[in-house]
């Protein structure tokens, strides 16, 4: 366990006196590494609140620059930072937060050639991209590296957040959780669901599903509550109605099912 210092008791204090935190918990935030894919809607906030969280290291990958359409939503950026790499802005960011973090910039999109090498350095991933093959990318990859994931997707009103740990097993080696292929056997066709470019995207709402999937994060670093193994969290933000629907593991999908494919034959299939 890393100790906490004098100024991060004061800092972390109002998750100290938490029973289902406390310093253990708090020493636990500090020891993680957590990677996130995204700095834009989702990422900004999970970012930031992960960081106020005091997660020792934040990784961030994207290879975008802030762009003054993206301040609507996505804000971890500035005004003052149009133009600059996101990477770059948001670690500036994070640092007038909490000097505590130690930020991994990443200044790449994620691939089938570097998403192993960059999952395996981190604890946990948090997928805040905004389109399905980066999204089948990083689960089939988190998968494969035995990485818990937290991913979730926003439309112009309503959003959804996961938790998947697919490659855990029971006491007889068995597979039990789904994978983000068992939620989503078939992947979308390129250009058959609009973007948030094309269709809009409330600004708020970005902010609403990002700091749902920052406390996942948490809960899953330090161990209390219920996580959404196995389980859909929706919200519809025009009616305020969030509902969550279970879904099961199955035996058809490619990486736990009963024909597993390897993370080759996945890339060479599914990620070339």
Not at 18 to 26: F, I, N, T, W
Not at 44 to 59: E, H, M, N
Not at 172 to 192: K, Q, V, W
């Amino acid at each position: 366990m890393l100790s906490l210092t004098a100024s991060e008791l004061e800092r972390y204090a109002r998750h100290i006196v938490l029973r289902d935190v406390g310093g253990p918990g708090q020493q636990k935030l500090k020891a993680a590494r957590v990677l996130v894919i995204g700095a834009g809607g989702l990422g900004a906030p999970v970012l930031q609140y992960l960081a106020a969280a005091g997660v020792g290291t934040i990784g961030i990958v994207d290879d975008d620059v802030v762009s003054l359409s993206n301040l609507q939503r996505q804000i971890i950026h500035d005004t003052e930072k149009l133009g600059e790499p996101k990477v770059a802005s948001a670690a500036e960011a994070i640092a007038r937060l909490n000097p505590n973090v130690r930020v991994v910039p990443h200044p790449t999109r994620i691939s089938g050639q570097n998403a192993m090498a960059l999952i395996n350095d981190y604890h946990i991933v948090v997928d805040g991209s905004d389109n399905f093959a980066t999204r089948y990318l990083v689960s089939d990859a988190c998968f494969y590296a035995g990485r818990p994931l937290v991913t979730a997707a926003v439309g112009q009103f309503d959003g959804s957040v996961t938790l998947l740990k697919p490659f855990e097993r029971d006491d007889e080696g068995n597979y039990i959780n789904p994978t983000y292929r068992c939620l989503f056997p078939t992947r979308p066709e390129a250009g058959s669901i609009p973007t948030c470019t094309e269709a809009g995207v409330l600004g708020a709402l970005t902010g609403l599903v990002g700091t749902l999937q920052a406390l996942e994060v948490i809960k899953e670093i330090v161990g209390f509550g219920e996580g959404l193994v196995g389980r859909l969290l929706l919200a519809d933000t025009l009616s305020m109605h969030f509902e969550t629907i279970k879904y099961k593991r199955s035996k058809k999908n490619p990486l736990n099912g009963d024909n597993p494919r390897t993370w080759a034959e996945m890339l060479e299939t599914e990620h070339g």
